[in-house]
């Protein structure tokens, strides 16, 4: 026998001792089921309090003595508030938002000019009428729609929802603002979710999926599949064990991404369970082609990523406001021109004259500089008219009446629900139709 004869048994030997070493360090399929994934299971809830900083039990099985303290996150109510003002920050806020039409800042600086003696040509407190009218119509309006806001949160946090009760071992209703963190819900075919579940249990057993849709949430309407944990998956016709889920819950804290959720179950026998976004039930979202579910409470309220990308509502401007905005700036520049030329004509003027001899001039020492300056206020106020006040007066008057002449047109009211147009934005019905 040759050399490389005998070396080829040697190599052969060598490649099979590779691959048994190989076959022992990969686990088998399944979780939690080979020392490996044991082992990985300990490193990851040892690491739980970095990677993982938020645990999660169902609220049967919390532990928490009079003197213990509990989770920050378990005290966060599942309430929302999308409204804009408070009663203490509508005037500032208010006030801040209608200064930012150039026109207001201009008229305001109209009627501060109007309280100095020298300068008034109006009586002051007919000067600030116009103003005050203005600013008074936006700030009902404002109101008006805030207040439309305060309701739909109130209707929102006043449903209810199924909650397991451990005392009766049934599931009660409850209104979605006492749903708490830990809290097991059940949620019907068409349903809504009150809060970010974990999905525990589907009624398509031999799929363990469900069916949701997002359109709440991005605008999607085609159906999205979510499954139930590999470790939690049941026989067909088997039935969940509420009480006797002893899971603990480790996952990310809150935050905006609709697409990312990372954590795992850690179970009492040591076995861990993986989670993925595909394992997570969003709040706003409704359940569809599925006849139930059941889930439980991960993120409330402004914890849940519904309400952490929703930024508040916006301030939205119309085409005509922002086109009249620049077309102010536009007249108060040609009015400051005017007023500057005016000015520097009264001081080559009175520069150029024995202005003592003047007898409608008053008092006998006069400082050109400063007689010109007050001329440029003089003509600000003389030519104020230059920037029509009365020209947003008008706009309010037709927005109001536009938006009531749409609530009252029968060709847009539907008898099958038996409700009529709804304006939400008072500032932007000029925009329809463009």
Sequence with gaps: ????????????????????????????????????????????????????????????????GPGDAMPQFLKHPNSIRTTKYTALTFLPRNLFEQFHRVANIYFLTIVILNWIPALNALQPYLAMMPLLFVLTVTAVKD??????????????????????????NTYERTRWRKVVVGDIVEVEGDGVFPADLLLLYSSEQISNLCFVETSNLDGETNLKQRS????????????????????????????????????????????????????????????????????????????????????GPPSKRSKLERTINAEIVILIGLLALLCTIGAIANRVWTGGKDYRALLYLPGSEINVDTDAALIFLVLVIALQIL????????????????????????????????????????????????
């Design 228 to 311: 139930v944990p590999k470790g939690l998956t049941l026989h067909e016709d088997e039935r969940f064990d509420e009480a006797g889920f002893d899971a603990r819950l480790h996952c990310e804290n809150a935050h905006h991404h609709i697409y990312s959720f990372n954590g795992y179950l850690d179970f009492k026998d040591g076995d861990t369970v993986p989670l993925s976004k595909d394992n997570l039930l969003l709040r706003g979202c409704a359940l569809r082609n599925t006849r139930r579910v059941i889930g439980l409470v991960v993120y409330t309220g402004h914890e849940t990523k519904a309400m952490l990308n929703n930024s």
């Design 143 to 168: 109101i008006f729609e805030d207040r439309r806001r305060w309701l739909n949160d109130r209707e929102v946090n006043n449903r209810f929802c199924s909650v397991y009760n451990s005392y009766t």
């Design 1 to 64: 026998m040759s050399s490389s004869d005998s070396a080829e048994p040697n190599e052969l030997v060598g490649l099979l001792s590779e691959r048994s070493t190989l076959r022992k360090s990969v686990p088998a399929a399944g979780y939690g089921t080979t020392s490996a994934m044991a082992a990985e299971s300990k490193s990851r809830s040892s690491s739980a309090g970095r990677e993982h900083p938020r645990l999660v039990e169902a609220k049967h099985q919390m532990k928490y």
């Design 387 to 434: 920037v029509p006040i009365s020209l947003y007066i008008s706009i309010e008057f037709v927005k109001i009446f536009q938006v009531l002449f749409l609530h009252w047109d029968k060709d847009f009211f539907c008898a099958r629900t038996n409700k009529r147009l709804i304006c939400r934005a008072l500032n932007l019905n000029e925009d329809l139709d463009q």
